[in-house]
């Protein structure tokens, strides 16, 4: 893979409309892996975009019969100093928005740590990576894009070749959290995040994008120079990835 200026593929349509197309990609993966008796491994996120596909997700097991049994998780990325109960750890978001409600094995869900120690923090960002591996890889990202570029918590100024490892929040991104955490000081300063090679690595990147918040940041995505100093960039030139977004997010 390499560094590239090639256009990121885009597929203009509604919020409702990419939970559809992203759960019918995701359900499809399953079920041929399923067929070859093997697990199907999702890079999963959190934040407001992803919800609709969540939600799609459970209704087509209700509804549809859909299987997780042979899904293996791993989410982006997680707060530092946050206990897993935490109302904000990333953690508690996915096993309420989506893990409890499909009644996916615990056994299958990773997610960096949010209280892991100090001193364990590198061990554990190289077990993380471990584990991928030794799940076969990632056979699908799906991913949110922040304000700043960011995809996880790969934040501006991340490195093309970066891997799991501790960052220091944006300020951007801790601006945006501070309504859920009732106050900016109540944010973390520090978190875990998959690396932007981890998440290049994936064998087909989905990348969700909707409203007017989203507008100046896709631009910058779409034209600049890939670089560090918006992430999300690095994601041109990956073999199968797909921007999808709505109207208002593209500027059209
Ligand atoms: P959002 O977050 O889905 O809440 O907009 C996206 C992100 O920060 O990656």
Redo the contacts with the bound molecule.
Sequence with gaps: MTTSTAPLPIQACSPAEAAREVAREIAALIRERRAAGRMAVLCL??????LGVYDELVRMQRDEGLDFANVTTFNLDEFLGLPPEHPQSFRRYMRERFFSRIGLEPAHTWIPSGDVAPAQIAAHCAEYEREIADAGGLDYAL?????NG???FNEPGSARDSRTREVRLHDV?RA?AARAFGGLEFVPERAITMGVATILGARRVRV?AFGA??REILRRTLEDAPGPQVPATFLRGHSDVRLLADGVALGR
């Design positions: 996120p959190t934040g407001r975009t992803p991913l949110g894009i922040g304000r960011h995809i996880g991104t945006d969700l918040d989203k």
